[in-house]
């Protein structure tokens, strides 16, 4: 049972997850100004580009449900040390990459690591936080998760200006270790009290899933085969043949996994959660919105390296207005709920949120920097605001002592978002770049921007071409705001009572 007074090195035990926390949401956005270099080096096509990105995301989302589950019945300490080696050592490999495959593999490896982490760490804080401390445990939590998510970009510009993209990589090896000494040092062992089973088979099942409907949807945004480039959506035949395939073993795969925890004696998804307005209101809004934003640093990468010709250190400097934003939002955000209600906390910053994107979908090759800081800063102001309310709305659903498995969930919800919205908004944008090209661009060099500036050589058709990849960014912002809306209407219309957070206890049973 959790303490009523609270762990007494519960502040300590906060900044120790933190610490782990940092290392896994920075991987969710360090890489996305490296893209360019990425795309040069290994000749890469938008299609590798959104397979590089998502190997972390949807591998990470596909075991956080059995993540969480082990780190109920193995203990939520060795779970959380063990993702950190995982972590660390997949990190190190994935610096030595030679090819665009390799890199994929190695972010994939990341991910399982980052799954073992991050239900643990929100497990243990409802362990070691007694239930009128949580709240604010759970706004430094979300500060420090939102203030990576938007820093990455800025820390790894840095990092590309310095080593190269390998840096990106090298700098978690440092900081894994420190994390895991401290854990080592500092976090105390828990489980559930209920031991109830891994199940192996489930996860294989949910995560062949998500990885064949991801898959799916970025070759599928190619035209079937992608154009050019090497790795994932490189040339290749397939037409809508490998779209339908991976499309059909993605609803075959995620079907089984449904029917096997309907009829296993210990679930380790409990679907009856979602009969709770709490937690599927929370979830479904969250979703929405990642899936806005989780493409929104992989689009303006871009746009401020090979559209605008920023350097990838000043290109990250360019997003601190994102960074800035997310840390006075989640200042906010964490004692909003108390005034205004968790709905209507939700419901603001999701509005927030996409009134940025409607600003940066307003963005041309020739916009005034105001325009993008002025995008950047609603957006982050808007997420980070309203991520302590999402956050402990989804959990004050799941009892205590299945809060590795409430967590997992919950971040299931948002890197499936993220992974989706790399996948359906990136290949929006490929899909609509390619269309507004000229004809006169070669079929090889439309498979991405920084493909067709090689070909175009710095002049032809290289203005047409920055003019091509603005239109598709317009229209996959319009489409995030559109998504962060959606999460704002569904946040509105679901979550019953706006104030059920000012007493509600994270870590309480459902009514």
């Given at each position: 049972m959790?303490d009523?007074e ?9 900044a120790?997850l933190?610490a782990?926390l940092l290392v896994?949401v920075?991987d969710?956005?360090?890489l996305?100004?490296a893209?360019?270099?990425l795309?040069e080096d290994?000749d ?12 972390y995301a ?10 969480g589950a082990a780190?109920?019945?193995?203990g939520?300490?060795?779970a959380?040390?063990t993702?950190?080696?995982v972590l ?15 890199l ?5 490896a990341m991910?399982?690591?980052?799954a ?5 760490t929100?497990a243990?804080?409802v ?5 009128r401390?949580?709240?604010r ?6 500060a ?6 938007a820093?990455g970009?800025?820390l790894?510009g840095a990092l590309?200006?310095?080593?190269s993209w390998?840096?990106v990589?090298?700098?978690n090896?440092?900081?894994v270790?420190a994390a895991?000494?401290a854990v ?5 062992e828990?489980?559930?009290p209920?031991?109830r089973p ?14 064949a409907?991801?898959g ?8 079937g085969t992608?154009h050019?480039?090497?790795g ?8 809508t043949v ?6 059909l073993?993605a609803a075959l795969a ?7 925890q309907r009829?296993?004696p210990a ?5 009856a959660?979602y009969?709770d307005?709490r ?5 479904a ?23 605008r010709?920023l ?5 990250g400097?360019?997003?601190?207005p ?6 006075l ?16 906390t939700?419901v ?6 996409a ?12 916009s ?18 309203s991520s302590?309310a ?5 959990l004050?659903a799941?009892?205590?002592e299945?809060?590795g498995?409430?967590?997992?969930l919950?971040d299931?919800h948002q890197?499936l ?6 996948a359906l ?6 899909a609509v770049y390619?269309?507004?090209?000229p ?6 060099a439309?498979?991405?921007l920084a493909a067709?500036?090689?070909a175009?050589?710095g ?6 071409a920055?003019?091509?990849f603005?239109?598709?960014?317009s229209?996959t ?5 559109g ?10 219309a679901?979550?019953?009572d706006?104030?059920?957070?000012r007493?509600?206890?994270p870590?309480?049973p459902?009514?």
């Amino acid at each position: 049972m959790t303490d009523p007074e609270g762990h007494p090195r519960r502040r300590a035990i906060l900044a120790a997850l933190c610490a782990a926390l940092l290392v896994i949401v920075l991987d969710n956005t360090v890489l996305n100004v490296a893209l360019p270099d990425l795309a040069e080096d290994f000749d890469a096509s938008t299609g590798t580009l959104q397979a590089v990105i998502d190997a972390y995301a949807v591998v990470f989302a596909g075991l956080l449900i059995a993540a969480g589950a082990a780190s109920d019945r193995y203990g939520r300490r060795r779970a959380l040390l063990t993702g950190l080696a995982v972590l660390g050592l997949a990190s190190a490999a994935a610096a030595l990459a030679t090819s665009a495959w390799w890199l994929i593999a190695m972010r994939a490896a990341m991910g399982a690591g980052a799954a073992l982490v991050m239900p643990a760490t929100l497990a243990i804080l409802v362990r070691v936080f007694p239930a009128r401390e949580r709240p604010r445990a759970f706004a430094v939590w979300a500060a420090v998760a939102a203030v990576a998510m938007a820093a990455g970009p800025v820390l790894g510009g840095a990092l590309v200006a310095a080593w190269s993209w390998a840096g990106v990589f090298l700098l978690n090896v440092p900081v894994v270790l420190a994390a895991a000494l401290a854990v080592a040092r500092l976090v105390p062992e828990s489980r559930d009290p209920l031991v109830r089973p891994v199940d192996p088979a489930g996860a294989a099942l949910v995560t062949a899933g998500m990885v064949a409907l991801t898959g799916a949807v970025i070759v599928a945004g190619h035209g079937g085969t992608g154009h050019g480039g090497t790795g994932p959506g490189g040339t290749g035949a397939g037409g809508t043949v490998v779209p339908a395939a991976g499309l059909l073993v993605a609803a075959l795969a995620l079907a089984a996994f449904v029917r096997r925890q309907r009829r296993a004696p210990a679930p380790v998804v409990e679907f009856a959660l979602y009969r709770d307005r709490r937690f599927a209101g929370g979830s479904a809004a969250a979703a929405l919105l990642t899936l806005g934003t989780g493409s929104a640093l992989f689009v303006l990468a871009q746009y401020l390296q090979l559209v605008r010709g920023l350097s990838a250190l000043e290109a990250g400097a360019a997003l601190v207005p994102l960074a800035l934003g997310t840390v006075l939002g989640s200042a906010l955000g964490g004692r909003a709920p108390a005034r205004l209600g968790a709905r209507a906390t939700i419901v603001l910053g999701f509005t927030a949120t996409a009134a940025g994107f409607l600003l940066l979908a307003a963005l041309t090759p020739t916009s005034p920097y105001a325009l993008v800081a002025g995008g950047l800063l609603l957006q982050g102001w808007g997420t980070g605001f309203s991520s302590p309310a999402t956050t402990a709305t989804v959990l004050g659903a799941v009892p205590s002592e299945r809060a590795g498995m409430g967590s997992a969930l919950n971040d299931t919800h948002q890197q499936l978002g993220i992974a989706l919205g790399v996948a359906l908004l990136g290949s929006l944008l490929a899909a609509v770049y390619r269309a507004a090209l000229p004809a006169s661009v070669p079929a090889g060099a439309r498979g991405s921007l920084a493909a067709t500036l090689r070909a175009a050589d710095g002049g032809g058709f290289a203005g047409a071409a920055k003019d091509a990849f603005v239109t598709a960014q317009s229209v996959t912002m319009l489409t995030a705001a559109g998504c962060a809306l959606t999460g704002a209407l569904v946040a509105g219309a679901v979550l019953r009572d706006p104030l059920s957070t000012r007493t509600q206890d994270p870590g309480a049973p459902a009514p």
